[in-house]
C-alpha cells in the first residue's frame, strides 16, 4: 500500500511550541442532556468500510451507537430511522472508576459523510459527531496523519501538553483534510493517570478522524 504520511515526530514537537489553540472540528447538534460519557474515540475497524467506537461511563447501563448519513439530519439531531448498533460486551478501567465501551459499524459507503453519537435513552446520548469516508474504499493509497510522543503530563503543564496536543492534531486535520486516519507512533500520556487520558481524548478530531 503506498500511503504518505502527513506529519511527523519533528512535526509535532515544532507544533507543540507554537501558540494558539485551534476550534474544534467536531459538528452536531447539544447532548440531549447532561450526560456520563467520556474519552469517546472513533478507530479503523477490521475492513475498510468498518469504524469501532469506545467510550467510559460511570453508570451502568447498556450503550449503543446511532449513525446515519448525515444529509439525513433533521434539525442537528439524528433522524428517527437512524441504524442503532448495541455495544459489545463492556468492561471495567484500569481503575476502576469507569466501565469501557465498544461498539462496530459495518457496511459503510464509500464517498459519504456520517453522523453518530453514543449512549443510551437512559442515561443520555453524546453531542453528534461527523466523519467522512474515503472516495473509494479499493484504492492502494492515499494520506495519513503520524504523530509521536505527545506523552501528556510530562511537561507538568509547563508547557501545557493537554493545550499542544489539541493544537497539534486539530491543526494537522484542517490543513490535511483528506487524511483517512491518525496513526500515533507511541507514549500517548507519562503516568497513566485519567486525566492524563482525558487530555488526549480532548481534541474533536479523535471522534471525527479513525486512529
Known amino acids: 500500500m503506498k500511503i504518505k504520511s502527513l506529519a511527523t515526530t519533528l512535526g509535532l514537537v515544532a507544533l507543540l511550541s507554537s ?3 485551534s476550534p474544534a472540528l467536531g459538528t452536531g447538534a447539544e447532548a440531549t442532556k447532561q450526560v456520563d460519557i467520556y474519552n469517546l474515540g472513533m478507530q479503523v475497524g ?3 468500510t468498518d469504524r469501532a467506537f469506545t467510550w467510559y461511563t460511570k453508570k451502568i447501563g447498556e450503550q449503543s451507537v446511532k449513525i ?3 444529509k439525513e439530519m433533521v434539525g442537528g439531531k439524528l433522524p428517527e430511522g437512524a ?3 448495541k455495544e459489545e ?3 471495567v478501567s484500569i481503575d476502576r472508576a469507569r466501565l469501557y465501551h465498544q461498539a462496530h459499524v459495518t457496511g459503510l459507503k464509500a464517498n459519504t459523510r456520517y453522523a453518530y453519537q453514543v449512549g443510551s435513552d437512559k442515561n ?3 453531542d453528534v459527531y461527523s ?3 474515503p472516495k473509494s474504499f479499493s484504492t492502494d493509497s492515499g494520506e495519513f496523519l503520524a504523530v509521536g510522543d505527545p506523552q501528556i503530563g510530562s511537561g507538568n503543564g509547563k508547557p501545557n ?3 499542544g496536543w489539541n493544537r497539534t492534531v486539530t491543526s494537522a486535520a484542517k490543513a490535511h483534510p483528506n487524511a483517512r486516519f491518525l496513526l500515533s507512533l507511541g507514549d500517548q500520556i507519562d503516568t497513566g493517570t485519567g486525566k492524563q487520558y482525558d487530555a488526549f481524548f480532548a481534541p474533536d478530531v479523535m471522534r471525527t478522524l479513525p486512529h
Do not use: I, M
Open 19 to 21: 501558540g494558539g489553540l
Open 46 to 48: 477490521d475492513r475498510n
Open 68 to 70: 446515519a448519513p448525515a
Open 83 to 85: 441504524r442503532t448498533v
Open 89 to 91: 460486551k463492556p468492561g
Open 124 to 126: 443520555g446520548w453524546s
Open 131 to 133: 466523519f467522512s469516508t
Open 161 to 163: 501538553d493537554a493545550e
